[in-house]
C-alpha cells in the first residue's frame, strides 16, 4: 500500500470550455482550435509570447498545465519539485500529418523548421519545463486508451523514491479536430484520493 497520495487540483479542456476543479473558467464559441487558444490564452491573461509558435498538442497542454500549476502558486519565480507524467493515444499525429504536407512535393520541397520541432509528442513538456523552470523528471507515454491505473503506478513510483514533490499528471490529446485535455496534480496532501475510481470520475465529468 504505502503512502497515500492526492489530488490538489485538475484542470480539463474539450468542446470549447476550460473546467478548472470541475467548475468552468472559460467558454468559447471558436470551434476552430487555434482560435479558441488563442482567445483563451488572452483571457487568462498569460505572458509567453512563444505560445503562438507551439503546435496545438503544445498550446493544449500549455493551457491545461497553465491553470492548474497557477492555482497550486507553483510559478518560475520559485522553481518546485514538479515532475511531468503525461499520455494519448494519438502521439503528435496532428504535426506530423502537416509536416507530411510540407516535404512531399518534390517540385516544391520546402520542410519547415518551425512544425518539425514539434514532430515529438514530449516537446509540450519541454515548454511548461521551460515557462516554470521545471527540472524533475519528464515522461509522455502512448497508450491506446486512458489507462489511469498506469498514471497511479509511475506518479507513485516517482513520489515514493523522492524523485519529485509533486507530479502534474493526465491525457492530452490533439488530433485533427478533436482534442482534449485532463491534467491533475498530485502530492502528500490534497482534497480528493489518488484512485483510479477518482481519476476516471473526473476524467469523464
Known amino acids: 500500500m504505502g503512502q497515500p497520495y492526492h489530488i490538489r487540483s485538475f484542470c480539463s479542456i474539450q468542446q470549447e470550455t476550460i473546467l478548472l476543479n470541475g467548475k468552468p473558467v472559460f467558454k468559447s464559441e471558436q470551434e476552430d482550435f487555434g482560435a479558441f487558444a488563442k482567445e483563451a490564452y488572452q483571457f487568462l491573461t498569460i505572458k509567453y509570447p512563444k505560445f503562438f509558435k507551439m503546435d496545438h ?4 497542454a500549455f493551457l491545461t498545465a497553465n491553470l492548474v500549476l497557477d492555482k497550486e502558486n507553483i510559478t518560475p519565480d520559485e522553481p518546485s519539485n514538479t515532475a511531468l507524467v503525461f499520455a494519448n493515444s494519438a502521439s503528435s499525429l496532428d504535426t506530423d500529418r502537416k509536416h507530411q504536407e510540407s516535404i512531399k512535393n518534390k517540385d516544391n520541397y520546402f520542410p ?18 521551460i515557462k516554470y523552470k521545471l527540472y524533475t523528471e519528464n515522461s509522455f507515454f502512448i497508450f491506446d486508451s486512458f489507462q489511469p491505473q498506469k498514471l497511479i503506478a509511475y506518479t507513485k513510483g516517482l513520489l515514493d523514491s523522492k524523485k ?33 475510481e477518482t481519476i476516471l470520475k473526473l476524467y469523464n465529468a
Open 57 to 60: 498538442l503544445s498550446k493544449l
Open 112 to 129: 519547415s523548421p518551425a512544425i518539425f520541432v514539434y514532430t515529438l509528442p514530449n516537446i509540450c513538456l519541454g515548454e511548461i519545463s
Open 164 to 196: 519529485a514533490e509533486n507530479v502534474l499528471c493526465g491525457w492530452v490529446e490533439f488530433d485533427g479536430k478533436t482534442y482534449k485535455s485532463f491534467l491533475y496534480l498530485v502530492s502528500a496532501k490534497g482534497t480528493l484520493e489518488h484512485t483510479e
